[in-house]
Nanobody, 120 residues
Framework: QVQLVESGGGLVQPGGSLRLSCAAS????????MSWYRQAPGKERDLVAT????????HYADSVKGRFTISRRNAANTVYLQMNSLEPEDTAVYYC?????????????WGQGTQVTVSS
């Protein structure tokens, strides 16, 4: 079955770093654009970063530009989010998403999420 499994979340102090991983299985990973979303308590789920199928292009939310880096290793069916200079406002559940487009259709898969807490 299709699976997206996030890992690497945890508690970190402001200014610290964390690397999230999302391991994919059950679909052709290299055909899918990958994204990271996050949802803070009481907030909507927002896009954090996206990366194209080959990793040639990336996009970041303004709030994380210059601090976060998304990358992927297609041979490992894995997408990463390197998070530096973390701030308390980065506290959220982080979700991995896979997306593929075909004609007028779009298929999406979501991971279960991993908690990131930034606190002193």
């Amino acid at each position: 079955q299709v699976q997206l499994v996030e890992s690497g979340g945890g508690l970190v102090q402001p200014g610290g770093s964390l690397r999230l991983s999302c391991a994919a299985s059950g679909f052709t990973f290299s055909n899918y654009a990958m994204s990271w979303y996050r949802q803070a308590p009481g907030k909507e789920r927002d896009l954090v970063a996206t990366i194209t199928t080959t990793g040639a292009s990336t996009h970041y939310a303004d709030s994380v530009k210059g601090r976060f880096t998304i990358s992927r290793r297609n041979a490992a069916n894995t997408v990463y989010l390197q998070m530096n200079s973390l701030e308390p406002e980065d506290t959220a559940v982080y979700y991995c998403k896979a997306t593929v487009y075909a004609g007028f259709s779009r298929s999406e898969y979501w991971g279960q999420g991993t908690q990131v807490t930034v606190s002193s």
